[in-house]
Nanobody, 123 residues
């Protein structure tokens, strides 16, 4: 499965951005999906994840109340709506497919990764 993330760019603090990720095909099993990010000089961290059904989500404390993850299963897509962005949200954002159907924050549960899209938030 190949993942293509898009939607990154330059945005002012307080603004909004919507990231999109499309999978080349549906996997053979039902999979959760997630968004991660890696800021300059930092480790990759979980941002948000969503279960296969879309009924369960997980958010990092740093983005809770500002970001929303959603998915469109018929079209193999997952989205990340980013509102009220902050300079500390600047990072390369990656989408990923989990081996489980649940909304997991465990890095080791993710088996397919996209190439990343850069988000830069100016102050």
């Amino acid at each position: 499965v190949q993942l293509q993330a898009s939607g990154g760019g330059l945005v002012q603090a307080g603004g909004s951005l919507r990231l999109s990720c499309v999978a080349s095909r549906r996997t053979s099993s039902n999979n959760g999906m997630g968004w991660f990010r890696r800021a300059p000089g930092k480790e990759r961290e979980m941002v948000a994840s969503i279960s296969w059904s879309g009924g369960a989500t997980y958010y990092a404390d740093s983005v809770k109340g500002r970001f929303t993850i959603s998915r469109d299963n018929p079209n193999n897509r997952v989205y990340l709506q980013m509102n009220r962005v902050k300079p500390e949200d600047t990072a390369v954002y990656y989408c990923a497919v989990a081996r489980t159907a649940w909304a997991t924050d465990l890095l080791e549960q993710y088996i397919y990764w996209g190439q990343g899209t850069l988000v830069t938030v100016s102050s």
